[in-house]
């Protein structure tokens, strides 16, 4: 397993889900993206941005009610995928034991983030992106990057890597989709809200 750590968070151009993206904390040129929910994305970008709100948020919550319990978040780890979907698990120590509880990686990632614990991954589960090979990709292409926050999200279209022909082609459309996306895109509009909520 590897230690990685929050990078930024992307767009899918083609389905529009959120991507967060993990560097490796020794090569932050290995990137692993995973797609996640927007509520979860949110969160993250929420935690990162060090907005502050008035009532705790659920991730807040799980993290006040797991100190209340007595025991505290030792590491996170995403360690299989089964039926299309990474599985992780949150370890909890408490009175010198460890507790593991399954979860998505989302999630896990989001409370990880909130007791400033370490994110691993197991290297072999989720597909590596090297962001050297696409900046110089990109290059030979002849597509002069402006600033690096582009080249930086561009490693996020992993699927492409099992299609080698639509590789150039896809990798520059989410380019020019990612150029220029905010935290904001990611708030939810209160038509979209289910009634109830």
Do not use: C, H
Request: charged share 30%; glycine share 6%; no cysteine.
């Amino acid at each position: 397993m590897i230690q990685v750590k929050v990078r930024n968070i992307g767009l899918d151009s083609i389905t529009g889900s959120p991507i967060v993206m993990l560097a490796n904390i020794d090569n932050e040129d290995e990137i692993y993206p995973i797609w996640i929910g927007v509520s979860e994305a949110e969160g993250i970008i929420i935690k990162q941005s060090g907005v502050e709100t008035p009532r705790p948020l659920t991730y807040d919550l799980l993290k006040n009610i797991i100190e209340a319990l007595g025991g505290e978040v030792k590491y996170v780890a995403i360690i299989d995928k089964k039926d299309n979907a990474y599985i992780a698990e949150v370890v909890i120590e408490k009175d010198g034991q460890e507790i593991k509880i399954d979860s998505r990686p989302s999630d896990a990632i989001n409370i990880a983030l909130r007791f400033d614990a370490p994110i691993y991954l197991e290297e072999t589960v989720v597909q590596k992106v090297s962001l050297r090979e696409i900046m110089e990709a990109s290059q030979q292409q002849g597509t002069v990057q402006q600033n690096g926050e582009i080249a930086e999200k561009a490693e996020t279209k992993t699927e492409v890597a099992q299609a080698e022909p639509e590789v150039d082609k896809e990798l520059e459309e989410f380019r020019k989709m990612l150029e220029n996306i905010k935290p904001e895109d990611f708030a939810i509009k209160p038509e979209d809200k289910k009634e109830g909520q």
